[in-house]
């Protein structure tokens, strides 16, 4: 079975630092997609990347960057210069396919707290 | 704004009242999803529609009863629940069905649902 995991709980930064936050995923499944989303206290999940597991080409986007090795199973996701409303719990998902539907499996999440 | 749109955003019920969750997306998605959140846990899937027919039902106890009457509306239908159903229940949905579909489950902000 597919699992995601990720070891941080919480994570408290003050504002401008760097922070990396890790995934670890297990799946048999050669090819898969992996995720992060953001969810903000209003509770709504913001999609922030999707990465599928051929493409291993790191990601920038703005202050966030993705690093994605499959030899070690990771995709783990850095803030550059952090700011207070980065803070969120911040999920990291895999895809698994089930009847003909996608289904994503859920690491616990990490909780980002950054202070001004 | 999300683009997923559910409603209420609170709801609080007796164990013995009967009472519908709604989401809508007017983005021509041909999938939707229902997730339950308790608090400080990873979302779960509850139910996946793919061209408005049932493709996944977690085993989800009856006293949850999903709806899909068209393209773009999806209803949850709660009847005598458990003070443990208290949860945020969020709402998603993604272009096309599938695992291999190479499109993102936009979320919903969620409905906080206590019961009493």
């Known amino acids: 079975a597919q699992k995601v995991t990720q070891a941080q709980t919480e994570i408290s930064v003050v504002e401008k630092e760097d922070v990396t936050l890790d995934c670890v995923y297990e799946t048999r499944d050669t090819t898969y997609y992996l995720f992060w989303y953001k969810q903000p206290p209003s509770g709504e999940l913001v999609f922030l990347i999707r990465?599928?597991?051929?493409?291993?080409q790191n990601e920038i986007s703005g202050r966030y960057s993705w690093n994605f090795q499959k030899s070690t199973s990771s995709f783990n996701f850095t803030i550059t210069a952090s700011q207070v409303v980065d803070s969120a719990v911040y999920f990291c998902a895999l895809s698994e396919e089930q009847g003909g539907s996608e289904k994503l499996v859920f690491g616990k999440g990490t909780k980002l707290t950054v202070n001004p | 704004d999300t683009e997923v749109t559910q409603t209420p955003k609170h709801l609080v019920m007796g164990m013995t009242n009967k009472k519908s969750l709604k989401c809508e997306q007017h983005?021509?998605?041909?999938?939707m999803y229902w997730y339950k959140q308790k608090a400080k846990k990873p979302p779960e899937l509850m139910f996946v529609y793919s061209y408005e027919k049932l493709s996944i039902n977690e085993s989800v106890p009856s006293r949850f009863s999903p709806e899909c009457p068209n393209s773009s509306l999806l209803n949850l239908h709660l009847h005598a629940l458990q003070p443990e159903d208290s949860a945020l229940y969020l709402c998603?949905?993604?272009?096309?069905?599938?695992?291999?579909?190479?499109?993102?489950?936009?979320f919903g902000d969620g409905t906080r649902l206590s019961i009493l």
């Open positions: 998603a949905s993604s272009q096309v069905p599938g695992h291999f579909s190479n499109q993102p489950q936009h």
């Open positions: 983005m021509g998605h041909r999938a």
């Open positions: 990465r599928n597991s051929f493409d291993e």
